[in-house]
């Protein structure tokens, strides 16, 4: 039963997409029909209208693993991909032609004659145009383009009271692999290469190795076994993991490769006089309470790092006592948009703490914005990253 709610609350920004796209299309189809005294063309609007809701739905349905499993090859996937893609450009050019129309109503008609009405209605036009393309051309950057700029990102992150020995330790993060059709193994080696040459002190692997049980469980780990680190190698497990249903696996076949996960476990490592103590968690549902047992890994004159895939726990964590909490599962937002200073992206809707550094007290939590991708295969105003935290006494 845990499963099945955690399945269902997985489908919920899926579920708004699909709802509002409908509503959206709906809306202006019956705008362009009342609009339109033609038969011929409203039957076309009206045969369009249907096909989109088809195809919008087909992609929906897609997103049940159950359907998938049923189904064989890439091409699911890839129609998945596809079609969820449609969706999301469905509601953009709803949305845009709806603006558009307000745009028009809200100014008064200015006549004018002869050419300069012909240049102004060709302008409108070229405008237009170009205000549809812009999110085909958005969407297919970020597919194309950013979601294969892997890129190093560096921060530090103050601790007070940190011991001198622990002051510029290194900490090397990758998560939210999701290695499929979309995330190649060749992307995997670049990404670990990539890490490896921080000459970390610690590596940290925060979940999501893959998406679905039909992904290359064993090819991501195999990947991983390549990741070093002076200290070894340690990482917690992401909702993925359990909707493929392989926590056990990952666990045992990751020890064999040299990764150890730690589920509701600490492990403490020592640099010269001082310690470090990473303590690791399964991913936290959101119906239920957050870090349950978890403040009783805390180790006394340590610095205390959580990891957990869902950040939406820092605020416990904080009050638990952990100095530092490394997670991913937001993607950056993966797709984010910048409107008038706001940035809207659906990650905003289950968590604030979506990408970089947030702090509460004498708490910090880092939230990376990974690897892979889900449900669109396009990166757009959140890069993928591997990450590199530096240690500072505050």
């Given at each position: 039963m845990k499963r099945v709610v955690e399945r269902l609350v997985s489908w919920i920004p899926d579920l708004v997409l699909f709802a509002l796209a409908l509503l959206a299309q709906g809306v202006v189809m019956v705008a362009m029909l009342r609009s339109s005294r033609s038969k011929p063309r409203r039957a076309l609007l009206m045969c369009c209208c249907g096909i989109s809701s088809l195809a919008m739905t087909a992609g929906f349905v897609l997103r049940s693993g159950l359907v998938l499993r049923m189904l064989h090859g890439n091409g699911p996937i890839w129609a998945r991909a596809v079609l969820f893609?449609?969706?999301?450009?469905?509601?953009?050019?709803?949305?845009?032609?709806?603006?558009?129309?307000?745009?028009?109503?809200?100014?008064?008609?200015?006549?004018?004659?002869?050419?300069?009405?012909?240049?102004?209605?060709?302008?409108?036009?070229?405008?237009?145009?170009?205000?549809?393309?812009?999110?085909?051309?958005?969407?297919?950057?970020?597919?194309?383009?950013?979601?294969?700029?892997?890129?190093?990102?560096?921060?530090?992150?103050?601790?007070?009271?940190?011991?001198?020995?622990?002051?510029?330790?290194?900490?090397?993060?990758?998560?939210?692999?999701?290695?499929s059709a979309f995330f190649s193994r060749a992307e995997l080696d670049y990404a670990i290469a990539m890490a490896n040459e921080t000459r970390a002190q610690i590596a940290l692997v925060t979940g999501d190795l893959i998406t679905s049980t039909r992904d290359p469980l064993d090819s991501c780990l195999?990947?991983?076994?390549?990741?070093?680190a002076d200290a070894g190698?340690?990482?917690?497990?992401?909702?993925?993991?359990?909707?493929?249903?392989?926590?056990?696996?990952?666990?045992?076949?990751?020890a064999r490769q040299g990764l150890r996960i730690l589920r509701g476990t600490n492990a403490t490592v020592r640099f010269g006089n001082a310690r470090l103590n990473l303590a690791g968690v399964d991913y936290q549902r959101m119906n239920k309470p957050y870090l349950e047992g978890a403040g009783r890994l805390i180790a006394p004159d340590a610095c205390n790092v959580m990891l957990s895939h869902n950040p939406d726990v820092f605020d416990v964590?904080?009050?638990?006592?952990?100095?530092?909490?490394?997670?991913?599962?937001?993607?950056?937002?993966?797709?984010?948009?910048?409107?008038?200073?706001?940035?809207?992206?659906?990650?905003?809707?289950?968590?604030?703490?979506?990408?970089?550094?947030?702090?509460?007290?004498?708490?910090?939590?880092?939230?990376?914005r990974g690897l892979g991708t889900i449900g669109?295969?396009?990166?757009?105003?959140?890069p993928p990253e591997v990450t590199l935290l530096r240690l500072r006494r505050a």
């Open positions: 893609a449609w969706t999301l450009l469905v509601l953009c050019w709803a949305v845009t032609y709806l603006a558009l129309r307000l745009t028009h109503r809200s100014f008064p008609n200015v006549r004018l004659r002869g050419r300069f009405q012909s240049t102004r209605r060709n302008f409108l036009r070229a405008v237009g145009s170009a205000v549809y393309a812009a999110p085909v051309a958005a969407l297919g950057y970020g597919a194309i383009i950013q979601r294969r700029d892997i890129s190093l990102r560096e921060h530090e992150i103050p601790i007070a009271g940190l011991h001198e020995d622990l002051n510029g330790l290194r900490l090397v993060q990758i998560t939210d692999i999701h290695m195999e990947g991983l076994k390549a990741l070093r190698v340690f990482g917690c497990l992401g909702n993925h993991e359990i909707y493929a249903r392989a926590e056990d696996y990952v666990e045992q076949a990751g964590a904080a009050r638990q006592g952990y100095d530092l909490t490394v997670s991913g599962h937001t993607h950056g937002g993966q797709v984010r948009v910048e409107i008038l200073g706001a940035d809207l992206n659906m990650a905003r809707f289950f968590t604030p703490y979506v990408d970089g550094i947030y702090r509460k007290d004498k708490s910090a939590i880092f939230v990376s669109i295969p396009a990166r757009l105003g959140a």
